[in-house]
């Protein structure tokens, strides 16, 4: 079981790519409501949530949305549902959702497989400061 508070989503993400730590940052400094918890795909939470959607990270390994009473959602319908929840005007990104998912998941795809080479990769996973160390579970 995963325990989150009631009103909160659990963000997960790649926890040694740079481009997915600076959109965790980005995440945090708009996310005005306080909705978003995260924990790295390869932490323990992270690797209960993938053992429990059965998810295979051969073909999904960047972003999920875990939502306790919705389930999981995972690429790019993970970012816009994020986006669309962090006020205006990144609110707007969900105007994307009109476009058909497998070609938003292509463009998606496109970004994930790049992203080491674009934005490099750390050796380890981000150690949150102590004042967001609350938003994040092992």
């Known amino acids: 079981m995963i325990d989150i508070p009631q009103n909160?989503?659990?963000?997960?993400?790649?926890?040694?790519?740079?481009?997915?730590?600076?959109?965790?940052?980005?995440?945090?400094?708009?996310?005005?409501?306080?909705?978003?918890?995260?924990?790295?795909?390869q932490s323990e939470t992270g690797k209960g949530i993938i053992d429990k959607f059965n998810i295979d990270t051969s073909k999904i390994d960047s972003i999920l949305l875990y939502n306790p009473q919705k389930g999981i959602d995972y690429k790019s319908t993970a970012a816009l549902k994020i986006g669309s929840k962090l006020g205006f005007p990144r609110n707007l990104i969900g105007v994307f959702f009109i476009v058909p998912t497998f070609i938003r998941n292509w463009v998606y795809d496109f970004i994930a497989k790049n992203r080491y080479k674009w934005y490099g990769k750390k050796d380890a996973c981000m150690i949150p400061t102590p004042e967001l160390k609350s938003k994040f579970l092992d």
């Open 8 to 41: 909160k989503q659990l963000i997960l993400f790649d926890g040694v790519c740079n481009l997915c730590n600076s959109s965790v940052q980005y995440i945090i400094k708009h996310d005005k409501k306080n909705q978003f918890m995260f924990t790295a795909l």
